[in-house]
T-cell receptor, first 114, second 115 residues
Framework: AQKVTQAQTEISVVEKEDVTLDCVYE???????LFWYKQPPSGELVFLIR??????QNEISGRYSWNFQKSTSSFNFTITASQVVDSAVYFC???????????FGSGTRLLVRP | EPEVTQTPSHQVTQMGQEVILRCVPI?????FYWYRQILGQKVEFLVS????????KSEIFDDQFSVERPDGSNFTLKIRSTKLEDSAMYFC?????????????FGDGTRLSIL
């Protein structure tokens, strides 16, 4: 069965620290897609990054980077030099190629303190 | 940047009443989705819709729920007889294709409160 686990319920850091959010997924599909979404206090869901199961490279985009490890079924997300505006709930999500639905993890609440 | 828009932002309804949540997807998008998020919980898939048909639905999406694209721009979710447990934030999303690597773009949500 497909599943997304975000073991960290809440993380608190001081501004300018780097922070990594963990995500572990389960799927039987060989082709799948992974996403990170941000939900700020205002409540909307904002797409941040995506990864295809067949992409080998990890990437950096500005202050965001992600580490996709197929061998451990993990898709971790790092914010470098965190800012107060990064405070939000972050959701990892999985979409299998055989389905239209996004399967979300339970989210990690990130608090960045000044 | 094009956006998914949802109205109303907050809907308060008496238990047992019908409610319609409205969404305007991004204009060239063809695939539409509804999700819900009970307060403090994860986001859950309800239904996906393409070409005037439901393409996939979850166990949550029972006979009380229906979706419709009444015209060329709107996409609606109807709950026929609301229950207290329907209180949640409802999100609409859209994509231009069915490809799995397309990120689903979400609206700001409608907070539904059932009294």
């Amino acid at each position: 069965a497909q599943k997304v686990t975000q073991a960290q319920t809440e993380i608190s850091v001081v501004e300018k620290e780097d922070v990594t959010l963990d995500c572990v997924y389960e799927t039987r599909d060989t082709t799948y897609y992974l996403f990170w979404y941000k939900q700020p206090p205002s409540g909307e869901l904002v797409f941040l990054i995506r990864r295809n199961s067949f992409d080998e490279q990890n990437e950096i985009s500005g202050r965001y980077s992600w580490n996709f490890q197929k061998s451990t079924s993990s898709f971790n997300f790092t914010i470098t030099a965190s800012q107060v505006v990064d405070s939000a709930v972050y959701f990892c999500a999985l979409r299998e190629d055989s389905s239209y639905k996004l399967i979300f993890g339970s989210g990690t609440r990130l608090l960045v303190r000044p | 940047e094009p956006e998914v828009t949802q109205t109303p932002s907050h809907q308060v309804t008496q238990m047992g009443q019908e409610v319609i949540l409205r969404c305007v997807p991004i204009s060239n998008h063809l695939y539409f989705y509804w999700y819900r998020q009970i307060l403090g919980q994860k986001v859950e898939f309800l239904v996906s819709f393409y070409n005037n048909e439901i393409s996939e639905k979850s166990e949550i999406f029972d006979d009380q729920f229906s979706v419709e694209r009444p015209d060329g721009s709107n996409f609606t979710l109807k709950i026929r007889s609301t229950k207290l447990e329907d209180s949640a934030m409802y999100f609409c999303a859209s994509t231009s294709t069915e490809l799995g690597n397309q990120p689903q773009h979400f609206g700001d949500g409608t907070r539904l409160s059932i009294l």
